[in-house]
């Protein structure tokens, strides 16, 4: 009955591995979102799809690509991972594409590199 | 682009006190401001919003208060309780600053201690 869930909760893995993370909602909303929590907790916005097309594209490093089969999922795939990159990724959906309707998270993929 | 301030950083009350949150906006068009509470470890969660045609919202012991024309808006909880231990956040919704969308910027994160 999980609204929005990812997959995987943990992730562990070494500098320069690739990598992938997968969402899915099940409340018929229109848009979906990644974020990243780091370490101080600061959440910030790195992606949004409305209906399969990108709409947010946040100053996020092209080794970041989503993907969105269809508007129920947004996958996340890394490439040549980073120290840097170790934090708390977050899945999110909402209704519509103007971002005035509540956003509902995803329980999150906590991503250690080594 | 939109620039969210959050204060105080941490607060600690006691059980039974009142608890207030503070944030400020410079995106003039900004008209949503949800307030999300996340627990140790777990996700965020959306506990209460306002839209910019409304100036107060309740809902039992939270509410929220905003003021457009000094660009800030509050959080306030009453009667708190152990359980109401987290982070806050809060958010406003403004145009992404690099594409067609609308984002949501979010404050920094007020971490919440009640004592018993």
């Known amino acids: 009955d999980t609204a929005v869930s990812q997959t995987p909760k943990y992730l562990v893995t070494q500098m320069g591995n690739d990598k992938s993370i997968k969402c899915e909602q099940n409340l018929g909303h229109d848009t979906m979102y990644w974020y990243k929590q780091d370490s101080k907790k600061f959440l910030k916005i790195m992606f949004s799809?409305?209906?399969?097309?990108?709409?947010i594209n946040e100053t996020v490093p092209n080794r970041f690509s989503p993907k969105s089969p269809d508007k129920a999922h947004l996958n996340l795939h890394i490439n040549s991972l980073e120290l840097g990159d170790s934090a708390v990724y977050f899945c999110a959906s909402s209704q519509g594409s103007f971002g005035n309707q509540p956003q509902h998270f995803g329980d999150g993929t906590r991503l250690s590199i080594l | 682009g939109e620039n969210v301030e959050q204060h105080p950083s941490t607060l600690s009350v006691q059980e039974g006190d009142s608890a207030v949150i503070k944030c400020t906006y410079s995106d003039s068009a900004s008209n949503y401001f949800p307030w999300y509470k996340q627990e140790l470890g777990k996700r965020p969660q959306l506990i209460i919003d306002i839209r910019s045609n409304v100036g107060e919202k309740k809902d039992q012991r939270i509410a929220v208060t905003l003021n457009k024309t000094a660009k800030h808006f509050s959080l306030h909880i009453t009667e708190t309780q152990p359980e109401d231990s987290a982070v806050y956040f809060c958010a406003a919704r403004s145009h992404s600053n690099s594409n067609s969308g609308y984002a949501l910027n979010f404050g920094k994160g007020t971490s919440l201690l009640v004592t018993p």
């Open positions: 799809y409305n209906n399969k097309e990108l709409i």
